[in-house]
């Protein structure tokens, strides 16, 4: 005599108990890879700018003259220097100061042999996800990797640029999001740091 097993579906109870606890870890899990997609932004923006900081004093070293790094709020013919610029500009420092200006000639194709002597642009690829917050709207490297003093100042300081992210408070204002920061030094030492973290740490500032 055969024997027949009874075939058991999914009761609607079952089925609710499993998508209510499915909707909990979706809601739980969306805010944390917010904040980590954020943390990515503000660490790709920070990785570009070092980049831009690193190749202009690179150049000066090699080329033994001066180079400048500059933060700019676009990159095409009507480009201003900014503290806030989330693109960048490195070009040669010429002699001839009246023709000496990247601001609306950022459209121009890179070429050191014609003023403003462009040695490379980048746009900042992350789009508006991202804040910068710099303590000076250029740096300029002398043939040594030092800094050069820029008017209206008169001695150099530490430079200071600060990456942050729009969707939220930094981890060291209490926030969710690691914000990073970079370190010109007047010697010109270039670092980026965790603001969140102790001096005394090797990652934090």
């Not at 008017?151 to 640029?161: F, G």
Request: net charge neutral.
């Amino acid at each position: 005599m055969l024997s027949l097993r009874r075939q058991h579906g999914v009761s609607l109870i079952e089925l609710m108990v499993v998508v209510t606890i499915a909707g909990i870890a979706l809601a739980v899990a969306i805010p944390s890879f917010g904040n980590w997609l954020a943390g990515t932004r503000v660490r790709s923006t920070a990785e570009g700018l070092l980049a831009g900081l690193q190749y202009a004093k690179s150049e000066a070293t090699s080329r033994n003259t001066q180079v400048r790094f500059q933060l700019t709020d676009t990159l095409d013919a009507s480009c201003q220097l900014s503290t806030t610029g989330l693109n960048w500009v490195v070009d040669l420092v010429d002699a001839d100061a009246s023709a000496d200006l990247v601001t609306n000639a950022c459209n121009a194709a890179p070429d050191d042999s014609t003023a403003p002597s462009m040695l490379m642009k980048r746009a900042n690829e992350v789009g508006n996800g991202t804040n910068v917050v710099a303590s000076v709207n250029q740096v300029v490297f002398n043939g040594l990797g030092r800094q050069v003093v820029v008017a209206p100042a008169t001695t150099t300081s530490t430079v200071t640029i600060n990456i942050s992210s729009t969707a939220g408070a930094c981890a060291a204002d209490g926030g969710p999001i690691t914000c990073l920061r970079l370190l010109v030094s007047p010697a010109g030492q270039i670092r980026m740091c965790n603001p969140k973290l102790a001096s005394s740490d090797p990652q934090g500032c």
